[in-house]
């Protein structure tokens, strides 16, 4: 059996974890340049949050979540951008425990981050890079 | 109506087994009796797996030869219901996987088991004993781990029923 979990708690989540690997550089859900004032800064948004569903009428009779959060890692600097996007990487791709921390935090088995690519926006004059992070979540 | 009368979705169907690690299985009349089924086919029976595969009767025939004669003869023989490969998604805590994983162990523990399908109103019951003969674990890190049994089901031992 496995319920549908919380995806409130997985933001509470995203949020606890990215701010606590990248500080003092702030981490914003879903906001851009228009919000986020400071040289560099990295924004999430969350996706794919899917449990499988398998046969029968028990609503509960699921497989596991496997969510996919994107990070945005902005910078006024290139150098910036891939320092702060590899310090995102090192601490999260292949982590297995808890995430979120102690307040928000519930156990993950494996975060599989992959680092998507990297661009310029001239209109906002903005380094970016772009990262994918999908959480195994026992259940 | 005694029987869903609707062409049914695969995930209408769910599998039940008995309770107990030392169950006393249905007799095979009561294999056909809905009302000795259902009161198996409650949720803290549930097995929480992924797919209901196939189920049934299998298959078995002789062929028959005269010399001279052009065409030969078919006879149904003994054929056994239908073993069933069931994957489940792994809770190592889930009790009736537990129950899959000591039968496995013995071998020799008849339990029964049921398949309900239903349209939301009508039902219709599967109910066969059966043996657990296999049980594994697959930890494909790419989803949940999976555990695996076979349940062969004993010869002459199923029944269809449904609700009225």
């Given at each position: ?58 609503q509960?009779?699921?497989?596991i ?11 006024t ?12 990487l ?50 | ?47 929480p ?5 196939a189920?049934g ?16 003869d ?13 994957t489940?998604a ?35 019951n ?33 029944g ?5």
């Open positions: 059996m496995a319920t549908q979990q919380n995806v409130n708690q997985y933001a509470k989540a995203i949020q606890a974890q990215l701010s606590g690997i990248i500080t003092p550089v702030p981490v914003y859900a879903n906001f851009n340049r228009n919000f986020a004032t400071q040289n560099d800064f990295v924004t999430w948004q969350l996706r794919n949050v899917h449990q499988p569903v398998y046969t029968g009428q028990t509960s009779v699921k497989g979540d496997t969510p996919t959060f994107q990070m945005s890692v902005f910078s600097t290139m150098e910036n951008s891939f320092l702060n996007a590899n310090k995102i090192q601490a999260l791709h292949g982590y297995s425990g808890l995430f979120g921390g102690a307040t928000h935090g519930f156990q993950i088995s494996k975060a599989d981050v992959v680092w998507l690519y990297n661009g310029y926006d001239n209109e906002i004059n903005l380094f970016n890079i772009f990262m994918d992070c999908t959480l195994y979540i026992p259940t | 109506m005694a029987l869903p009368n609707k062409v049914l979705p695969g995930f209408s169907a769910s599998l039940y087994c008995q309770a107990s690690a030392t169950p006393t299985p249905l007799s095979t009349a009561n294999l056909s009796v809905y009302a000795s089924t259902s009161a198996l086919a409650v949720s803290a029976n549930l097995l797996v992924e797919a209901i595969p189920f009767q299998d298959d078995a025939m002789a062929n028959f030869n005269v010399a001279g004669s052009r065409q030969s078919k006879i149904p023989t003994q054929a056994a219901p239908t073993s069933m490969t069931i489940a792994w809770n190592p805590a889930d009790a009736n996987l537990l129950l899959m994983r000591g039968d496995a162990y013995n071998g020799t523990i008849d339990r029964t088991f049921i398949i309900s399908a239903t349209d939301g109103t009508n039902i219709v599967y109910a066969f004993n059966g043996r657990v003969g296999q049980f594994s674990v697959d930890p494909n890190p790419t989803a949940e781990a999976k555990c695996t049994f076979t349940i062969h089901p004993r010869g002459n031992q199923y269809w029923s449904n609700n009225t």
